[in-house]
């Protein structure tokens, strides 16, 4: 990651790894980290944990037909029990926003590199770490060291009025 204007630019997914190790178990490469029991934050982890699940839970993922685009309100999808991919990362976003955890990033991208469609889902930094929270996909975050290479490639990001180009989507 490179400081850019102030922000963090994510150079792309591929280039991140999770750091999970403590203070007495240090890996040879940082990079790759080393297996823990807990960590200090295991209680904001479970949080986070607990709203991707309750997304599964309470969404059902319905793809929109034709070329319609409609991106809900998360008060839509909460009434409907019903979005797409985006529908119901925007309600994760919004989730997670209301109740604090503020290091996310609604993320519009490609699922896998040879996707036809763009797919969204959430980028969730903690400390030195990155997660990828997707409800279409999965019910539990998905830590970066977890992520197939060619998955979750990110093309634009946002978080509240910031906006981050990852790469051209044309």
Known sequence: ???????????????LALVSCTATDQPADPYLG????GTPYDGKYERVRLYL????????YTPEQGNRDYWQLPEETETLGTGDCEDMAIWL???????????VRL????HTAKAPLMHAWLIWFHGNNLYILDPSVSAKPIRRGKIRAGSYIPYYSYDGDLKWRHRDAG
């Open 93 to 103: 976003y919004v989730k997670m926003k209301r109740n604090g955890l503020d290091t």
């Open 107 to 110: 993320c519009i991208g490609k």
């Open 34 to 37: 080393a297996p823990a029991r």
């Open 53 to 60: 699940s309750e997304a599964r839970a309470r969404i059902s």
């Open 1 to 15: 990651m490179k400081a850019v204007g102030g922000h963090v630019w994510i150079a792309g997914i591929v280039a």
